[in-house]
């Protein structure tokens, strides 16, 4: 079910403004507005776009929300049954490139995730890699901080697009954009009793939290990482090599004799 024409004219009126204000600021006739509002006509994607910027509100609860009532995320659309804006960039053939979302692009991306413009603006690329051979969406996003070591921060983790969040897996890490909390990397657990998640990060240094599904924009599912940050570990000198194997041979020469001495043993 889409809220959509009832949320155009319940935030119309919540700002005071006539049909012929609304009109003149989004560009289309105030015929446009009522027909919209009556459910007569709906609004092409530009539109919902530019309704979504001038009031304010996430693209995806200006459509499946019902903002008359209890605020933003009073009904949740877990399954993605309704519409969901993907935007996605494709080259010349038609093929559907990955996106990126650096570090310098993570604050805009949570206002912006569904705006077609912005999307575009981003990096963009193809990964030759037969783990991505799927007809699942991608995205490369950048993370910070220590919280989910070895995994350090600055690195790229790839991840593809969770349509429907019932397919959350318990334990399993995730990119999930959010409202207040902006782009976060955990691994999750679904409470479908409160409709909450458990994020948990593998640094035990930090603790557990939870967050209502109203609050979630996008959940994305870790596939792989792209990191920069070396390992520093040593390779093992000559020496050490000469040493080791010294070491096994004599043990293995110790194991036979063992061997030997039991077998050698009187039976009684």
């Not at 289309?28 to 006509?41: F, N, Q």
Request: glycine letters at 6%; aromatic letters at 8%.
């Amino acid at each position: 079910m889409s809220f959509l024409n009832a949320n155009i004219k319940h935030l119309r009126k919540e700002r005071s403004m006539t049909q012929s204000d609304l009109a003149k600021r989004i560009g289309i006739k105030r015929s446009l507005v009522g027909a919209y509002e009556e459910h007569r006509a709906e609004p092409k994607l530009a539109t919902i776009q530019k309704l979504a910027y001038l009031f304010q509100v996430p693209l995806d609860d200006l459509i499946n929300t019902d903002l008359s009532k209890s605020g933003p995320g009073s009904q949740v659309d877990t399954e993605g049954k309704t519409l969901r804006v993907l935007p996605i960039v494709v080259d010349s053939e038609d093929k559907e490139h990955i996106t990126l979302v650096n570090e310098s692009a993570r604050a805009g991306y949570t206002g912006h995730y569904a705006d077609p413009e912005f999307i575009e603006s981003l990096p963009n690329f193809s990964l030759p890699v037969k783990e991505l051979y799927t007809e699942q969406t991608y995205r490369l996003f950048q993370i910070n901080g220590d919280s989910m070591l070895p995994i350090t921060s600055g690195s790229y983790v790839i991840c593809g697009y969770v349509q429907d969040w019932s397919d959350i897996k318990d334990g399993q890490c995730y990119v999930v954009v959010t409202r207040d909390n902006g782009i976060v990397y955990k691994r999750l657990w679904r409470n479908d009793d409160t409709g909450e998640l458990l994020l948990k990060s593998d640094n035990p240094l930090y603790e557990p939290y939870t967050i209502g599904v109203a609050e979630i924009l996008e959940v994305w599912n870790a596939r792989g990482y792209l990191s920069f940050d070396l390992p520093e570990h040593s390779v093992a000198a000559p020496s050490d090599v000469h040493h080791i194997s010294s070491m096994l041979t004599k043990l293995h020469r110790e194991v036979e004799e063992l061997k030997l001495a039991v077998g050698g043993r009187p039976q009684g």
